[in-house]
């Protein structure tokens, strides 16, 4: 005879069946509740780290938008758009998301500044420490940051980009 925990271990899609039927027909004390609470709080995880990963490559993305103005492309700009409208769902689906992106979003910039000068070969210590846009402005759909050639003392790769001292 095969148990709810057996099922779990040898076959989940047909657990997930299964517990969704008991738990319709009312047969709690049938449901394997110890597994049901551990993908409960899978899934809320799995939600957080789907908006800390769209909200990497967003400002990445932007990173790059606004450090390699030159090499700016559809794909960018697509990816760009896709990262704030997966984001837009996400925060629509899950409102209480809203409350964890302040508070993974210098976490999230961080990481997205690594990737951003391993993806275009600048200097890790060009891009701020700090982000320099608002969290309200990466999510905006017609927020594109500004070049900061001035600023920076900087352009392209091919014009020293990263190079800066």
Not at 67 to 78: A, T
Request: aromatic share 10%.
């Amino acid at each position: 005879m095969t148990t709810a925990h057996n099922l779990y271990q040898q076959d989940f899609y047909l657990w997930t069946e299964a517990t969704a039927q008991q738990l319709r027909q009312g047969k709690f004390a049938q449901v394997d509740v110890a597994n049901l609470i551990e993908e409960v709080e899978s899934m809320g995880k799995r939600e957080k780290r789907e908006l800390k990963s769209r909200l990497i490559v967003l400002l990445m993305h932007l990173l790059k938008w606004m450090y390699q103005p030159g090499k700016r492309s559809d794909s960018c700009l697509n990816t760009i758009t896709e990262q704030r409208i997966g984001l837009e769902e996400l925060l629509e689906d899950s409102p209480s998301l809203k409350t964890f992106l302040p508070e993974v979003f210098d976490q999230c910039y961080q990481k997205a500044r690594i990737k951003a000068a391993q993806e275009t070969g600048i200097k890790l210590n060009t891009f701020p420490c700090q982000c320099s846009f608002a969290q309200e402005q990466v999510l905006e759909a017609g927020f594109f940051p500004e070049v900061l050639n001035r600023e920076w003392g900087i352009g392209n790769r091919e014009s020293g980009i990263g190079n800066r001292e």
